[in-house]
Nanobody, 122 residues
Framework: QVQLVESGGGLVQAGGSLRLSCAAS????????MGWFRQAPGKEREFLAE????????SYADSVKGRFTISRDNAKNTVYLQMNYLKPEDTAVYYC???????????????WGQGTQVTVSL
């Protein structure tokens, strides 16, 4: 089992930046795909980005491509989401998740963090 804890959310003005962190504990996640998602009030959960265990491959939703960057530090068992040029429509609770089955396709996220709130003001 693994525990995921997100941090780094907060209130930021439109055009600003935030970096979210997701720290894993309980077991190492360096081999596994990890992803970021968000959910705004009244909306379904939305995929944002994912990264392979080595960090060699990443993929992004069109809504954040070019603005958000996912990365990981396997020595720290942590994945990050750098968010630039934030817009009010980016306001949501942001979650990280991990697929703890190596090389599973399609990817299925087994464990989720509790989320961190990001609010972007005009």
């Amino acid at each position: 089992q693994v525990q995921l804890v997100e941090s780094g959310g907060g209130l930021v003005q439109a055009g600003g930046s935030l970096r979210l962190s997701c720290a894993a504990s309980g077991r190492t996640v360096s081999m596994y795909v990890m992803g970021w998602f968000r959910q705004a009030p009244g909306k379904e959960r939305e995929f944002l980005a994912e990264i392979t265990g080595t960090g060699g491959r990443t993929s992004y939703a069109d809504s954040v491509k070019g603005r958000f960057t996912i990365s990981r530090d396997n020595a720290k068992n942590t994945v990050y989401l750098q968010m630039n040029y934030l817009k009010p429509e980016d306001t949501a609770v942001y979650y990280c998740a991990v697929d703890l089955v190596y090389n599973r396709r399609p990817i299925e996220y087994d464990y989720w963090g509790q989320g961190t709130q990001v609010t972007v003001s005009l």
